[in-house]
């Protein structure tokens, strides 16, 4: 998930400039657990794969399907 590795990075040089390095361990294992590979990642990813097996393509919007999406 390159979209969020990217922001996530972002976030993490950030708060590695900004907070005490004890601190930014803390923040560091925060952020990475909210939207890391045990996060946000997977459930983008699970969602990615549920559209797919929906038989949404690249770009559709949800809501352009009369049917309703299956959870």
Do not use: C, W, Y
Not at 19 to 31: D, I, M, T
Not at 33 to 54: H, K, P, S, V
Request: charged share 30%.
């Amino acid at each position: 998930m390159s979209l969020v590795n990217r922001h996530l990075n972002k976030l993490l040089t950030i708060a590695e400039a900004a907070l005490p390095h004890a601190q930014f361990r803390a923040f560091r294992k925060a952020a990475l657990d909210e939207f890391g590979r045990n996060g946000l990642e997977t459930e983008i990813r699970d969602l990615t794969l549920r559209m797919e097996r929906a038989g949404f393509e690249s770009g559709e919007r949800i809501s352009d399907r009369s049917k309703t999406f299956p959870s």
